[in-house]
């Protein structure tokens, strides 16, 4: 899983690909576990400090395999910033949306709008990278905005699904970024942002939450090590592999996937099943999944603007 060696920070036009489906199959279905097992660790510990604690071990994890695999430190202080906001948006954000999101709303529902980055990430691909959309990819965009909107109302609404969402932007600005962050280890570099974002969240915990309080359960630390190593140090290195690689577009849709990996997840942990619009608006979403997964001619890519963004 950690093979992937640096690439590139633009890739040519004619060097984009599909990703590849069993990889994407188990990132999504390792991040479907996370909400579980994010709801389950919540009985023990508090929010902030169980995302910092996340964050902060599965950096350390990252980077003790690259100083072992003797990889390569970044350098320069526009790759020392970039990770930095990197980590800030992608780390300190987005799990602190996400931890909260899922506190606040049904699992399946939080799974299902903190991985809007499908919808969220198309404008961006094209302005950023030249990633033109065709009208299929298009309309599919309408679709699964209309499916998101049904899982959010009967799923609560309100602040759960803002935060669940603000998670999802904030994951797709750390997409966008790591693509300028292709001349670098893919290893010591997501290590790295993991750590700066889970610095930033401890800071934030122990001014809004105080002195971590914290029940190390059997429950919890299996929780924390699946979350930690699984649910983000491995699946983070290979997304990041992978975006630097593949159009944005049909990567970021794979992770459709999730919610629906959460929420069969959710039903068999929590007994709680979709019915009624949650429903209705989960097969939206993933019919607009399926739709910008498959095969198509390739639409023209403008030239990607030289500099930084």
């Given at each position: ?17 599909a ?49 072992a ?33 899922v ?15 499908p919808?969220?990430?198309l ?11 065709s ?39 750390g ?37 971590p309080?914290?029940a ?35 990567l ?13 997840l ?9 019915a ?7 097969a939206?979403?993933l019919?607009?999944?399926?739709v ?18």
């Amino acid at each position: 899983m950690f093979h992937a060696r640096s690439a590139p920070a633009a890739p040519a036009a004619g060097a984009l690909r599909a990703p590849r489906p069993w990889r994407m199959v188990g990132i999504t279905a390792a991040w479907g576990a996370c909400f579980v097992a994010i709801e389950w660790g919540l009985r023990d510990a508090s929010l902030l400090w169980y995302a910092a604690l996340r964050a902060l071990l599965a950096g350390a994890a990252l980077l003790a395999l690259g100083a072992a695999l003797r990889r390569p430190a970044p350098s320069g202080a526009r790759d020392w910033g970039r990770i930095t906001a990197l980590g800030l948006t992608n780390v300190t954000v987005a799990f602190a949306a996400m931890f909260a999101g899922v506190a606040g709303l049904a699992t399946g529902t939080a799974a299902v709008l903190a991985n809007a980055q499908p919808l969220l990430i198309l404008l961006p691909a094209w302005w950023l990278y030249g990633e033109a959309l065709s009208v299929r990819t298009s309309v599919a965009l309408v679709v699964g905005f209309a499916g998101l909107v049904l899982v959010a109302v009967p799923g609560g609404g309100g602040s759960g699904a803002a935060l669940s969402l603000l998670s999802a932007a904030a994951i797709t600005a750390g997409t966008l970024l790591s693509r300028r962050l292709g001349g670098l280890d893919v290893v010591v570099f997501t290590g790295w942002h993991l750590l700066v974002g889970g610095a930033a969240l401890a800071a934030l915990a122990a001014v809004v939450e105080g002195a971590p309080v914290i029940a190390w359960t059997p429950r919890f630390v299996l929780s924390l090590l699946f979350l930690a190593l699984v649910g983000t140090a491995g699946t983070t290195v290979v997304w990041f592999t992978e975006a630097r690689r593949s159009r944005l577009d049909v990567l970021s849709a794979w992770t459709f996937l999730t919610p629906v990996f959460g929420i069969v997840l959710a039903a068999v942990a929590f007994a709680t099943v979709p019915a009624g619009w949650t429903a209705a608006g989960l097969a939206g979403v993933l019919a607009a999944m399926w739709v910008i997964v498959q095969p198509h001619p390739r639409p023209a890519v403008r030239p990607v603007p030289a500099g930084p963004p």
